[in-house]
């Protein structure tokens, strides 16, 4: 079991119901005289319908992104977040940090607040001018456009180069760009290109790449999950962006952006060679797939050189580089795998000098190593219900996210930090993370305390977090018996779907015993990667974990994800 406290106040409770069994209307069961909890009552007053009504949801976003007062914006953004979490859809878990192992002899490699990670101006002090890494198992897209994962904005940081890039410290700075310029409304950017830039293939890099990339990754056909990143363009989805020459890119919006060089550095903004892209037979049906083999055309630090699936993939620097010069570290070769006790084997027989993940068992025996590094992040991890999962089929939408709700609160979340985080992870209580900028001036999130629920209640108020969570399920119509369990009348059985990293594994295994307490029934189904990708993304599940790390500091990124037409709206508000 997880802890003998739980264990205790679960006893006591026990005891209590049976002493009180002379009156059933106090037992936590369903005595006749009891009146059913009214579930509209017990949403909160900025829940709406997230299937009918999300278009309400829709509208606010674009109006945050049109708003030029900063202040209101920042009001608006937290009306956002009361809609998000008062679906009760989304599960905020803990917020994120980040580890790795590095061996000593490495140096120069670097990540942004976001998770990218650089490795162009790493460095072996041992001679070596081989890189060995693990980021994951078989990515998903190496098409930037394409690309909505953690380990794929790793592989196209390393491989293409947008008009921007973050230094060591996590600051925006010129890539192919040497820099821009603003109109006074702020409306239209003037971006002038390095000279001589090149393609992996040795042919010219102009601006016109940049107008047909932009224009295809907001492109309705091309399906990115990020075409929503261009929504603040003039004209979208057919962006108004131009090239004046071959060394001046100008685009348009219909509001200032106070992130417009994080969107610059951002993969979707990448450029991508259209003779390259065009050149694959289906690329209007398939976009993706003219860089689903080694040897396509790139143009940053790296280009792919092989690609074995499944199991290995080789990078080699890229002679055409703007900043090829300050390479020193030759080639890449990355180890495919999701197994983390392998990855870990590997990395201690000095067959890795990198690996970005760690077995959940090993934790507690690293955190002494100066191998282990551990790094902030913004980014919140969390399980996310689709709103339109057959568990909620004849419910009203307030009993369902009554449903929702109860299973919020019923998570120990300290015990996943503790026991299973293990390096310093803080329990959550939304979605937008501690410490992420408010777009004007301040933080929109100072403390742990600032959030939707008690974060620790299930702990330090055991007994009366249950309770409330089983009046949250007597307003959707279950019924419990004298045990304080759901009855065969009325029973929750649900799938909980993951990938099989162990930490995630461990972490659904902790949700199924909290939630078992009171007789809900949650089965864990592992899946690879990207298969698990696909599924949550076309909705094919009924809960699931999730995670999202920012794109860039600002509140509005971890909010118009949630768009009916975004492609990382996985929770299918709205569909």
């Known amino acids: 079991m997880k802890k003998f406290f739980a264990l205790l106040l679960a006893a006591l409770m026990v005891v209590s119901i049976v002493a009180c069994t002379a009156k059933p209307e106090n037992n936590g069961g369903n005595g006749g ?20 009504d999300w278009a309400k949801y829709d509208e606010l976003i674009k109006q945050i992104k049109s708003e030029t007062d900063f202040a209101k914006r920042t009001e608006l953004m937290h009306q956002a977040e009361d809609i998000l979490m008062a679906t009760n859809c989304v599960i905020p878990i803990y917020y994120y940090n980040d580890i790795y192992l590095q061996k000593p002899y490495v140096e120069g490699i670097y990540s942004n607040p976001y998770a990218t990670k650089f490795f162009m101006y790493s460095k072996m002090t ?3 001018k081989t890189l060995r890494l693990n980021l994951s198992s078989e990515p998903d897209y190496l098409d930037p456009a394409l690309n909505s994962s953690v380990d794929g904005a790793c592989l196209a940081a390393n491989s293409f180069s947008g008009l921007y890039t973050y230094d060591a410290t996590g ?20 971006v002038k290109l390095k000279e001589g830039l090149k393609w992996s ?15 295809r990754a907001a492109a309705d056909e091309t399906a990115a999950d990020y075409a929503y990143m261009f929504d603040n363009f003039k004209n979208f989805p057919d962006i108004a962006v131009s090239a ?13 952006c106070a992130y417009m060089e994080d969107l610059m550095a951002f993969p979707t903004f990448f450029p991508v060679k259209q003779s390259a892209v065009e050149a ?37 620097k890229n002679p055409y580089w703007y900043d090829a010069d300050k390479v020193t570290v030759e080639k890449l070769e990355y180890m495919l795998s999701a197994d983390d006790t392998a990855i870990f084997a590997a990395y201690n027989a000095g067959n890795l000098d990198f690996a970005d993940s760690v077995p959940t068992d090993e934790v507690a025996n690293l955190l002494s190593n100066p191998e282990f590094h551990i790094v902030d992040e913004l980014g919140t991890y969390y399980a996310a ?14 009993q369902a996210a009554c449903m929702r709700e109860a299973f919020m609160i019923l998570i120990d979340r300290d015990y996943i930090c503790t026991n299973i985080g293990q390096t310093g992870q803080v329990a959550a209580n939304a979605f937008i993370p501690l410490g992420m900028a408010d777009g004007n001036g301040g933080i929109f999130k100072k403390t742990a305390e600032e959030g939707y629920f008690d974060a620790k209640a299930i702990n330090t108020n055991h007994e009366a977090t249950v309770e409330r969570a089983r009046t949250l399920l007597k307003a959707a119509g279950y019924k419990f018996g004298e045990d304080g369990k759901l009855t065969a009348e009325t029973p929750i059985q649900l799938v909980y779907l993951t990938n099989t990293t162990s930490g995630h594994i461990k972490i659904a295994e902790s949700i199924q015993q909290d939630l078992a307490e009171i007789g809900i029934e949650l089965s864990i189904q592992q899946q ?10 076309a909705g094919n599940f009924d809960f699931a974990r999730e995670g999202w790390i920012a794109d860039f500091n600002d509140p509005i990124n971890m909010l118009e994800m949630w768009t009916t037409v975004s492609g990382n709206n996985d929770c299918q508000f709205g569909r």
Not at 34 to 48: G, H, M, Q
Not at 180 to 185: P, R
Not at 285 to 291: A, L, M, N
């Open 33 to 52: 005289s009891e009146e059913t909890p009214d579930a509209a009552a017990l949403v909160s007053k900025a829940f709406i319908d997230p299937v009918k």
């Open 126 to 128: 041992n001679g070596e």
């Open 171 to 190: 600051k925006p700075v010129p890539a192919c760009a040497e820099g821009y310029t603003v109109s006074e409304d702020g409306l239209t950017y003037t």
């Open 201 to 215: 293939d040795g042919s010219d890099l102009t601006a016109d790449d940049f107008v047909y990339s932009w224009k």
């Open 244 to 256: 004046p020459d071959a060394l001046t890119f100008v685009f348009e919006l219909n509001a200032p």
């Open 280 to 316: 694959y037979a289906d690329w209007k049906t398939s976009p993706g797939g003219w860089c689903q083999e080694a040897g396509f055309v790139s143009n940053g630090a790296y280009v792919c050189t092989e690609w074995k699936h499944d199991t290995s993939m080789t990078y080699e």
């Open 385 to 398: 219900f689709n709103c339109k999962s057959k568990i909620f089929e004849g419910k009203t939408p307030e």
């Open 528 to 537: 690879d990667w990207n298969v698990f990708l696909e599924e949550r993304k």
